[in-house]
């Protein structure tokens, strides 16, 4: 029994993904890992069960869901498959910034292949000197007619080399700093820009993590979201969002791990019993279910809080309150509420994965089990979409009021 009240449309949603991540994800997950393989059949899988715009509103083509849906879908695919659940997590984070600061046009121009999952968005923020300080970013795109021409580069941008389209922060007024930063969409293809090298990683192997560079990258003004200088309000404001995506991922792969040292723990024999018989190990499952299900209430409320958070936006736009990209900021308590579920579940994660290991004795330590995996998986999720430090400096701000 969940502590946290599903409704019965809720509970058919994680039922029909768990179905799916069980049959179609489970059963690849070690090869994708193995071979490095971006999961191109799960991609085609995700379309097919039209997995890969589940945020985005119908009008668009998405499926319309709220953050608790979505958190529930990427969850029980992470718990088959962390680099599975990334096609999903990352559609959303690339794509958040259209929704929330491009322009009618440019929605009906970019979400539908996007919703529909033809084409894959990437989200690129991170540069190789500006990680936690992404304000200190130092691609620009300068302003040349009715183009802007980008320069610089990007590390460790997730899907950025299989992306058809994908949104890029720059600065189009240096001397600004966090106030000069401009977002826009970018087509794969443009001359100009291309991959420069993908990252050899300790997990989610099969997900390309890429480092992009930008050489006189001419891109139309039209392509721009929002005006000049509301780039950085925008990543912040799809950030304090996909937060709670990663929180999701964390807490599947956690559920993921208890249930194979579950397994394992019943089937197991030394001293002539099941090694799920003595009370040290089940005192360290007693431990890592405890985990699980604090992550899963903590993620689940950091939902909830996010859909009424944006509903509270919608109801204010709708009745001409102020328009822009800043009208999305979040308020306070609900940045907190997603950076302490980040936080919270991504550290639950680790240490359940870690511990399913241990219960696998010499067995956790090779590939023949999955929980090694996890356990290597299980760390990007303290670092990605804002470290745990980060995480930590958000919410005793907010607790300090300062
Ligand atoms: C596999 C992978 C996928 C990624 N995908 C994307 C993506 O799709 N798009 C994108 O834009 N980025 C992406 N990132 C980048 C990711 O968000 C950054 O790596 C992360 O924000 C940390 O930045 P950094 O690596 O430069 O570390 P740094 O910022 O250099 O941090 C190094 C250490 O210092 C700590 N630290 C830094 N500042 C503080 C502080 N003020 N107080 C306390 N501790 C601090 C950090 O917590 C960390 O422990 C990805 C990264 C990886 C590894």
Redesign the pocket.
């Known amino acids: 029994m969940s502590l946290f009240d599903l409704s019965p449309e809720q509970q058919a949603l994680r039922q029909t993904v768990r179905e799916i991540a069980q049959a179609r994800v489970a059963p690849r997950a070690a090869e994708i890992d193995a071979k490095s393989e971006f999961p191109a059949d799960i991609w085609q899988v995700f379309r097919e069960q039209q997995l890969m715009g589940l945020g985005v509103p119908e009008v668009y083509g998405g499926a319309g869901l709220g953050y608790l849906e979505q958190a529930i879908a990427v969850e029980e695919i992470a718990r088959a498959d962390t680099t599975s659940s990334l096609l999903p997590a990352?559609q959303e984070?690339g794509l958040l910034p259209i929704l929330l600061g491009g322009s009618e046009a440019q929605k009906q121009r970019w979400l539908p292949p996007i919703a529909s999952g033809e084409q894959l968005v990437?989200?690129?923020?991170?540069e190789p000197g500006a990680?936690?300080?992404a304000a200190a970013l130092r691609t620009t795109a300068r302003r040349d007619g009715d183009h802007y021409v980008l320069n610089g580069g990007?590390r460790?941008?997730?899907?950025?080399s299989v992306a058809h389209v994908l949104t890029v922060f720059a600065s189009t007024d240096p001397a600004k700093g966090p106030r000069g930063v401009s977002a826009f969409v970018l087509e794969a293809g443009t001359p100009g820009f291309r991959t420069v090298r993908l990252?050899d990683?300790l997990g989610?192997r099969g997900?390309p993590?890429a480092e992009l560079v930008f050489e006189d990258c001419r891109v139309p003004a039209t392509n721009r979201l929002g005006e000049e200088g509301d780039g950085f309000p925008l990543a912040m404001a799809t950030l304090d969002r996909t937060r709670a995506g990663i929180a999701a991922q964390a807490l599947g792969i956690a559920q993921g791990a208890l249930d194979a040292a579950t397994a394992f723990a019943r089937e197991r024999k030394q001293f002539g019993a099941a090694i799920g018989t003595f009370e040290g190990l089940q005192f360290m499952l007693a431990d890592m279910a405890m985990q699980v299900e604090a992550a899963r209430g903590l993620v689940y409320r950091a939902c909830a809080a996010l859909d009424e958070a944006e509903a509270a936006i919608a109801a204010k736009l709708a009745a001409g309150g102020a328009q822009g990209v800043r009208a999305h900021r979040l308020d306070a308590a609900t940045q907190t509420l997603s950076a302490m579920a980040k936080c919270f579940a991504s550290d639950a994660a680790m240490r359940v994965a870690t511990d399913a290991v241990q219960i696998h004795g010499g067995y956790g330590f090779t590939r023949d089990y999955p929980v090694e995996r996890m356990m290597r998986d299980a760390k990007?999720t303290q670092?990605?979409?804002?470290?745990?430090?980060?995480q930590r400096?958000v919410i005793a701000r907010a607790l300090l009021d300062m």
């Open positions: 990352v984070l990437a989200f690129a923020l991170t990680g936690s300080d990007k460790f941008i997730t899907h950025g990252e990683k989610i997900s993590t990007i670092i990605y979409e804002g470290t745990n430090q980060i400096l």
